[in-house]
């Protein structure tokens, strides 16, 4: 069993920045994906950000060149620094891992940006 504790979140006007964390209780190292999605009321579930254990690394096409994902192995947590943040980003986080099959989720943190 992996728990995942998300934090970060918070209100913020356009055009700023947040970092949300993702604090894991197994390695990081030892799993193959972890993700960042997003949950927009009334929208289905949206896949943000994601890392391989290869450090691979893929975006939604809404968040390149403004969203990064990142991990520190020493920490066991995983890091979506969100810059240039728009009103549309606004949305509760989700922190996502797949480890030997299996998905486990954090239980969210809100993203406010005001315009």
């Known amino acids: 069993q992996v728990q995942l504790v998300e934090s970060g979140g918070g209100l913020v006007q356009a055009g700023g920045s947040l970092r949300l964390s993702c604090a894991v209780s197994?390695?990081?190292?030892?799993?193959?994906?972890m993700s960042w999605f997003r949950r927009i009321p009334g929208k289905q579930r949206e896949l943000v950000a994601t890392?391989?254990?290869?450090?691979?690394?893929n975006y939604v096409d809404s968040v390149k060149g403004r969203f990064t994902i990142s991990r520190d192995s020493a920490k066991n947590t995983l890091y979506l620094q969100m810059n240039s943040l728009k009103p549309e980003d606004s949305a509760v986080y989700y922190c996502?891992?797949?480890?030997?099959?299996?998905?486990?989720w954090g239980q969210g943190t809100q993203v406010t940006v005001s315009s």
């Open positions: 996502n891992v797949v480890k030997d099959g299996s998905n486990y």
């Open positions: 890392m391989t254990s290869g450090d691979y690394r």
């Open positions: 197994d390695s990081t190292s030892s799993i193959a994906f």
